[in-house]
């Protein structure tokens, strides 16, 4: 495979495919020593389409690892471990919480904290999305093949409550920012309502949402080094600096020091200059 790098990496889905679906990110890794990167958690549904060879998830408690040719990973609040033997290849399509409505007809509950491989859930194109992007010469001709799938088999008249959705909306706008009962006041619910009909379309509550979208925010800070420890935790709006540490190590196993020390694709990416995968 030829290696692209940069812009090319990178690309916004066709403009019918929004808000189900986020950026298109490449990756062609080689060069680093053999192990295990680390998925963190997320505000979104991972969807992968792996180049050349499946993506390995491994499982440390069993000592086995699953691979998979098209992976749909729900939203979790634990780390997952992907196995690599120095090169990995592929694209990630980051799913909002809203796409498996548009996508499945399917609340993202039946989604959350599992791995599944996608041809269980649509196989038809599970097996078109793989092959036609294995098939393809260029990364743009790879995003194109993800696009013409998508537009066809997404439905985007059905969602959730307008009120669940509006939740959602105000949690992600505020990456985490707001309390719970100030969105509860705004979509003119109880906080008890918003936490049964928000966890029953989700499969986690709205504090958890908002803690996820807090900490993912805060990582990809960490990620690119745009500043401080303590000036991310300001701006993410964590109480100090040793208040990150904390959640970052809950929700990860693992300190942000460590974890850009420790896993070499993120250090890959952090010195190509190349967004970092989940």
């Known amino acids: ?72 990973a729900g939203l979790h609040l634990r780390p997952t471990l992907i196995r690599h033997d120095g090169t990995m290849a592929g694209i990630q399509i980051n799913f909002s919480p809203l796409a498996p409505r548009a996508f499945f007809d399917a609340p993202a509950r039946e989604f959350v904290h599992r791995t599944y491989d996608f041809k269980a859930i649509a196989r038809p194109i599970a097996e078109e999305l793989h092959e036609r992007v294995n098939a393809a010469a260029t990364w743009s001709a790879r995003f194109d093949a993800i696009d013409d799938v998508l537009t066809r088999v997404i439905d985007e008249g059905v969602g959730p409550r307008p009120e669940v959705l509006e939740s959602w909306r105000q949690i992600a706008l505020a990456h985490g920012g707001l309390p719970v009962s100030l969105i509860a006041d705004h979509i003119g619910w109880s906080r008890r309502h918003l936490n049964a009909q928000f966890h029953a379309e989700f499969g986690i509550g709205p504090k958890d949402a908002a803690r996820v979208l807090r900490f993912d925010r805060a990582r990809r800070m960490i990620d690119s080094n745009q500043a401080s420890m303590a000036e991310i935790a300001a701006v993410c709006g964590y109480s100090d600096q040793s208040h990150l540490n904390r959640d970052f190590k809950a929700l990860t196993g693992t300190s942000p020091t460590r974890w850009l020390r420790e896993d070499p694709i993120v250090r890959k990416f952090e010195r190509d200059g190349l967004l970092a995968t989940r």
């Open 1 to 72: 495979m030829s290696t692209v790098t940069g812009d090319d990496l990178t690309r916004s889905p066709h403009p019918r495919l929004p808000p189900f679906v986020g950026d298109y990110v490449g990756y062609d890794i080689s060069g680093v020593a053999a192990g295990t990167h680390l998925g963190l958690p997320s505000g979104s549904l991972t969807f992968i389409v792996a180049i050349d060879r499946p993506l390995e998830q491994y499982d440390p408690s069993t000592d086995s690892a699953e691979a998979f040719d098209v992976l749909l």
